[in-house]
């Protein structure tokens, strides 16, 4: 695994576990935490469950930080149905529309070709975020059909790109 990616003085490194604890600050209703974990993340949660739910040591899981050390976004990769499925993204609450969920997914895009020989990457977002939504499209991702016997196909959008791999 890589150790990290520096873009413009912030860096995506590979999440530690003094991180969940700054994670677990950012939600604080059981909306937001679905919103981001799914239908399934359990609320109120302590720092068990809450790494439980995240998957935490099952996946590549990352952060983002600034050039001043401060924690900005979180997402996470995996293999998902012969894709790069780009999972629980997001940025810190007070971080939000300044660019740095595009940063994100980007610099997540850039390792996940490092981690996976696959040729799509796919994320699924819900309908009613828009923000996400224009950030995912504005990136090249396009809705897909979503997957079959998945749940939430009322709520959510499937988004898909093609990998473009460094020549």
Same mark, same amino acid.
């Given at each position: 695994?890589?150790?990290?990616?520096?873009?413009?003085?912030?860096?995506?490194?590979?999440?530690?576990?003094?991180?969940?604890?700054?994670?677990?600050?950012?939600?604080?209703?059981?909306?937001?935490?679905?919103?981001?974990?799914?239908?399934?993340?359990?609320?109120?949660?302590?720092?068990?469950?809450?790494?439980?739910?995240?998957?935490?040591?099952?996946?590549?899981?990352?952060?983002?930080?600034?050039?001043?050390?401060?924690?900005?976004?979180?997402?996470?990769?995996?293999?998902?149905?012969?894709?790069?499925?780009?999972?629980?993204?997001?940025?810190?609450?007070?971080?939000?529309?300044?660019?740095?969920?595009?940063?994100?997914?980007?610099?997540?895009?850039?390792?996940?070709?490092?981690?996976?020989? %696959?040729?799509?990457?796919?994320?699924?977002?819900?309908? /009613?975020?828009?923000? *996400?939504?224009? =950030? +995912?499209?504005? %990136?090249?991702?396009?809705?897909?059909?979503?997957?079959? /016997?998945?749940?939430? *196909?009322?709520? =959510? +959008?499937?988004?898909?790109?093609?990998?473009?791999?460094?020549?």
């Amino acid at each position: 695994m890589s150790t990290g990616l520096v873009v413009e003085d912030w860096r995506l490194k590979p999440a530690i576990d003094e991180d969940i604890d700054e994670l677990m600050g950012w939600f604080d209703t059981q909306r937001s935490i679905n919103e981001w974990g799914g239908p399934n993340f359990r609320y109120p949660f302590d720092r068990e469950t809450f790494v439980e739910d995240c998957h935490w040591p099952d996946m590549a899981t990352y952060c983002v930080y600034s050039e001043k050390k401060i924690m900005c976004a979180f997402g996470q990769l995996y293999e998902r149905d012969r894709r790069i499925n780009l999972a629980r993204l997001i940025a810190h609450p007070h971080m939000r529309g300044q660019g740095i969920g595009r940063r994100l997914v980007t610099m997540l895009m850039t390792i996940g070709v490092e981690l996976f020989e %696959l040729k799509e990457y796919s994320l699924f977002v819900y309908r /009613d975020n828009a923000p *996400a939504l224009k =950030c +995912y499209q504005s %990136l090249g991702f396009e809705m897909h059909d979503y997957p079959p /016997d998945e749940s939430m *196909a009322d709520v =959510c +959008y499937y988004l898909t790109r093609s990998v473009v791999r460094p020549e």
